[in-house]
């Protein structure tokens, strides 16, 4: 069974750095596009960036600049370095497996809170 388990999320100042982390058991982490969405209170869930296996990134256009994804592969782990975080980057944000084929599911965390506050 995967599982995706996020930590690294907590209160942090307007300007400041969090690093988020999700750790992937019971799959062939570096088979599968891995990626990052994230919910604020009242708002739909929104994506904010994906790397493939071969390393390929994407960035929601709001994140760029700000926000890095990668991933250890020896470690099954993907991470989200967020910089210059705002008010607006309060959210859970969720860790997902892409599926690959229409066969398997996507996969997801069950999430870490962010909140940025004075």
């Known amino acids: 069974q995967v599982q995706l388990v996020e930590s690294g999320g907590g209160l942090v100042q307007p300007g400041g750095s969090l690093r988020l982390s999700c750790a992937a058991s019971?799959?062939?982490?570096?088979?599968?596009?891995m990626g990052w969405f994230r919910q604020a209170p009242g708002k739909e869930r929104e994506f904010v960036a994906y790397?493939?296996?071969?390393?390929?990134?994407k960035y929601a256009d709001s994140m760029k600049g700000r926000f890095t994804i990668s991933r250890d592969n020896a470690k099954n782990t993907v991470y989200l370095q967020m910089n210059s975080v705002i008010p607006e980057d309060t959210a859970i944000y969720y860790c997902?497996?892409?599926?690959?084929?229409?066969?398997?599911?996507?996969?997801w965390g069950q999430g870490t809170q962010v909140t940025v506050s004075l």
């Open positions: 790397i493939s296996p071969g390393g390929s990134i």
């Open positions: 019971g799959t062939i982490f570096s088979a599968y596009i």
């Open positions: 997902r497996q892409y599926r690959r084929y229409t066969t398997e599911s996507d996969y």
